[in-house]
């Protein structure tokens, strides 16, 4: 949309859209869709003979007269161009129209804002009283590996990281460079400085701590991060050495940090367009970038730029957004990006939790444990100071139910030169401390009876210090203890204690897809995303300032995982292309089964949700059979391509058989049930009916490939039966293919039933209205308004409002100004109309997504997109929406709605 003066998106809620007798679904999530600085535009300039100019260009706003304020240059090989901001005055359709027109001039944009997603804070990594910054680095674990040997992170094991870190890679000789709100980079595992021969070599500040998106960047060339998106990022990228036993996915990689932010949560896409370009330009060998905005579309200049650096040789990971939900078609951003690896987000299978540190020694080795110090009845924590000492077990039988709950035997042996280990359960910890006090203990650990989060005890038995420690720890002690081994607790007070990182296991999502990964397809029918990561619940870095940890979730935190693992795919692989990388992680990527939040199911998530599945690092950088393409796109019914041919290589020395099938993912309706009065997309969880599509190979179902030689293969797809098209379901899957070496490929497919084209833009009582906004309650035919002409000064006593909802995203939508006597005005799309409203025609529009209604709403001043006032007299607003997959030249492929009629005057 070309924004001009009083425009704005407001929330509000159309009281004519609902019937009394149906339900509306309660508000899910807030529209997050790009926003357009007022009077901000982007411009590419001619690249042509010797290249357009900025000067050439400023001297043609000159000699027209069009009063600007120039923001950023953008002089760079892959992307020639400048931003800037129109004075008010001059902000209209003829300005526009104007500057496209200048012969320096490619092609001009609206200036759009993108935010960070918003990463869910899982837990404030800090445990109760452990207040000590410095006490982050006490107390590391003896022994500690190096970087490149076995890693037993268990996000590194969910995706295939954990086998290239046996093999010894672990990001050599790359450069990883992040486009994100910035670097703590005096973090002591994120390097300890900035600069040549630091971990953070590259990068700078291209905005300034004040910027916000709208105002001017005032650039510098420290890229200190203020929010700690950035520092979480770049650990999960590149942390090594870090004393909570966790590293980045490559922790011995260059990293560089071009901060997009402020200490605020939009940046604009010049900005966006700049900093990849630096990047590509410093040699970046992947770049990476988790910000984004409701969108699918592909139109932005800062796509364009995207695809270009692809196309050059650089691939770019992107995250897929946290909308997941809004149900399908709610991709984001530059994630859209043709040849841009879109990231979908796995929630961790286990979930970091913040616990007081401690060590124990078994068999002259010592080892780390966490654990939660029991809260007393004046609020402190139990604290067990500085502490030697063997520990002790009531039972040896881990499956006890009541250890502790009884009197001790008369057997008992002294405790008080002990730490007692009791497991929980059945009676409360007052009467296992009473029980236990009895015989001298003042030191005592309990353990849980279940495998999942501990908690801090609640005790009123001061005497005792007491603590929890997990369930498999408690089980690990026991094991040693009954053979006969002897284990020594060893604690510092908890002021001076580190942190540990327990982890929990999530037997509810864990391994799943994270629900808030958003859904595609784009509005053009393409698969988003390519493939997703661990991002549920990850531990990293944050500021020094703000507790040096944190466990946040989003796709956000997948992003940079697949960044890192690009990274390796390089190092092991340097010649391979971006094309040939995301083809390699689309298809050896291990589809995952659906979960609803709560439960996981017997079949696979929509192709939509999870795109290849859960990255396989260890396959997609040594697998021997390749596939030429990463994903399959059917489109909808009447744009549905059956047949669909790709290669499959045999890299290795011998020859390999292969069974191909297909492994059908579950089929998602896009809408409700009841289209006419809920006429939007539905929202997670969505409905969902097991009736995959079929597919017939060719030539066969098992076919032999020699040693280095390519197979053709054709796939001719049956979409689904018997299911509702028209509320469009999502159908998909995958080609599995399994060979007799062992390596097994999973070919993505999706397609949508049901004619896109026919989908209703405004749909029911959704429609076009005028509200009065003195009340905000909609008027009638015929009212009259008298607003303020040129040059006058008088203050309207009431204003009115247009507004309307698109169900779908829309390429283009005009908003037409027709007299109610239109007799010799220009034709637009074969009508009449006097000129358009403000503002319009408004292009790549997102769709609607969830109650209460996100509408475009504007404010009317009688002017129009030129500039001038339209005269006294009758007229009504007359909106088309461009159909999906529709012509714009064609008037017949927009849907049109018109106001109630109205009447203007002038003071």
């Not at 890679?169 to 600069?195: C, K, Q, R, W």
């Amino acid at each position: 949309m070309f924004q001009s003066l009083g425009s704005s998106l407001l929330v509000s809620f159309l009281a004519s859209c609902a019937v009394a007798a149906v339900q509306i679904p309660p508000l899910r999530t807030a529209n997050k869709s790009p926003e357009i600085v007022p009077g901000g535009y982007v411009v590419e300039l001619e690249s042509t003979g010797n290249g357009a100019t900025s000067a050439d260009f400023y001297s043609n706003v000159t000699s027209s007269n069009i009063d600007l304020t120039p923001r950023m240059t953008l002089d760079h090989m892959l992307f020639n161009g400048l931003s800037f901001i129109v004075a008010p005055e001059h902000d209209n359709a003829s300005t526009v129209e104007v500057i496209q027109s200048f012969s320096s001039v490619k092609k001009i944009w609206p200036l759009r804002l993108y935010t960070r997603p918003s990463a869910q804070v899982s837990t404030s990594f800090k445990p109760k009283e452990v207040t000590s910054a410095s006490a982050l680095n006490k107390r590391a674990p003896l022994e500690r590996r190096a970087s490149a040997d076995v890693d037993d992170y268990i996000v590194h094991q969910m995706g295939g990281v954990d086998k290239l870190r046996e093999q010894g890679y672990a990001g050599e000789g790359m450069f990883v460079a992040i486009v994100d709100t910035g670097v703590d980079y005096n973090h002591p595992s994120l390097g300890g400085g900035f600069g040549p021969g630091f971990k953070v070599a590259y990068g700078t500040d291209l905005v300034g701590d004040a910027y916000n998106g709208t105002n001017a960047p005032i650039p510098d060339d420290d890229p200190m991060d203020c929010i700690g998106h950035g520092t979480h990022v770049s650990g999960i990228v590149g942390a090594n050495n870090d004393p909570l036993g966790f590293s980045g996915v490559v922790p011995n990689a260059t990293l560089g940090m071009w901060k997009v932010f402020g200490c605020y949560d939009n940046v604009g896409n010049d900005v966006l367009i700049h900093a990849f370009n630096l990047a590509f330009e410093a040699g970046a060998d992947v770049i990476t970038c988790s910000v984004g905005g409701r969108n699918g579309w592909i139109e932005d200049p800062w796509d364009v730029a995207v695809e270009r650096i692809q196309q050059a040789g650089t691939p770019c990971t992107i995250a897929a957004g946290n909308d997941g939900a809004n149900g399908a078609f709610d991709s984001s951003g530059a994630a859209d990006s043709i040849g841009a690896i879109s990231v979908g987000s796995v929630d961790s299978v286990d979930t970091p939790l913040a616990a007081a540190r401690g060590n124990f020694i078994l068999e002259g080795s010592e080892s780390p444990f966490g654990y939660l110090p029991a809260s007393l009845p004046n609020g402190s924590s139990s604290d067990f100071g500085t502490l030697s000492a063997p520990l002790y077990a009531l039972e040896f039988d881990t499956t006890v139910i009541d250890d502790g709950c009884s009197a001790l035997p008369s057997t008992t042996p002294d405790l008080s030169g002990y730490v007692v280990l009791i497991r929980r359960g059945t009676c409360t910890f007052d009467i296992k401390l009473t029980n236990v006090a009895a015989y001298g203990a003042t030191k005592v650990l309990l353990y849980n009876n279940v495998d999942s989060a501990i908690i801090y005890p609640t005790i009123t038995v001061t005497t005792v210090d007491t603590a929890m420690v997990t369930m498999d720890q408690g089980a690990a002690w026991i094991s040693s203890l009954a053979a006969g081994l002897n284990v020594t607790i060893e604690m510092l007070p908890l002021a001076d204690t580190g942190v540990y990182a327990l982890q929990i296991p999530n037997t509810i999502t864990g391994g799943t897809m994270s629900v808030f990964s958003s859904w595609s397809p784009t509005n053009e029918m393409q698969i988003k995303p390519e493939v997703s990561a661990p991002g549920g619940n990850i531990l990293s870095t944050y500021p020094i300032s703000q507790g040096s940890y944190q466990v946040l979730s989003g796709t956000s935190m997948a992003t940079p995982y697949i960044a890192g693992v690009v990274a390796l795919l390089k190092q092991i692989n340097p010649s391979l292309t971006p094309a040939e990388i995301t083809n390699r992680l689309g298809t050896t990527a291990t589809p995952l089964q659906y979960n609803d939040g709560g439960s996981t199911y017997g079949y696979l998530a929509p192709v939509i949700q999870q795109g290849g599945g859960l990255v396989n690092a260890f396959a997609a950088a040594h697998y021997g059979s390749l596939l030429n393409v990463s994903k399959l796109e059917l489109n909808d019914t009447a744009h549905f391509t059956a047949k669909h041919s790709f290669t499959l290589t045999n890299t290795g020395s011998t020859p390999v058989t292969y069974t191909l099938t297909n492994d059908g993912a579950i089929t998602a309706y896009t809408f409700f049930e009841d289209m006419v009065n809920i006429p939007i997309p539905q929202y997670f969880p969505v409905d969902l009916i097991e009736v995959p599509g079929t597919i017939r190979f060719v030539p066969s179902t098992e076919i032999t490939v020699a040693p280095g030689a390519v197979q053709t293969i054709e796939a001719h797809f049956t979409r689904p039966q018997g299911i509702e098209d028209q509320r469009i379901p999502q159908w998909s899957g995958f080609i599995s293919i399994n060979g007799t070496n062992g390596e097994s490929l999973n070919l993505p497919y999706a397609g949508a039933s049901g004619n896109l084209a026919d989908l209703p833009m405004f749909s029911g009582s959704w429609k076009v209205a005028l509200y009065d906004n003195n009340f905000y309650t909609e008027v009638g035919e015929n009212e009259t308004f008298v607003l303020a002409g040129p040059n006058s000064s008088y203050v309207p006593d009431r204003m009115f409002e247009m507004t309307f909802v698109n169900a779908m995203g829309c390429k283009i939508v005009h908003v037409d100004i027709v007299p109610a006597d239109a007799h010799g005005l220009p034709m637009v799309l074969g009508e009449q109309v006097l000129g358009q409203f403000p503002g319009f025609p408004e292009e790549y529009l997102v769709r609607q997504q969830g109650f209460p209604v996100i509408d475009v709403d504007v404010w009317w001043n009688g002017t129009m997109a030129n500039g001038s006032y339209v005269p006294p007299g009758n007229y009504h607003f007359l909106v088309r929406a461009l159909k999906l997959f529709g012509d714009p030249t064609n008037s017949s492929d927009y849907q049109a709605v018109k106001s109630v009629p109205f009447n203007i005057k002038y003071i």
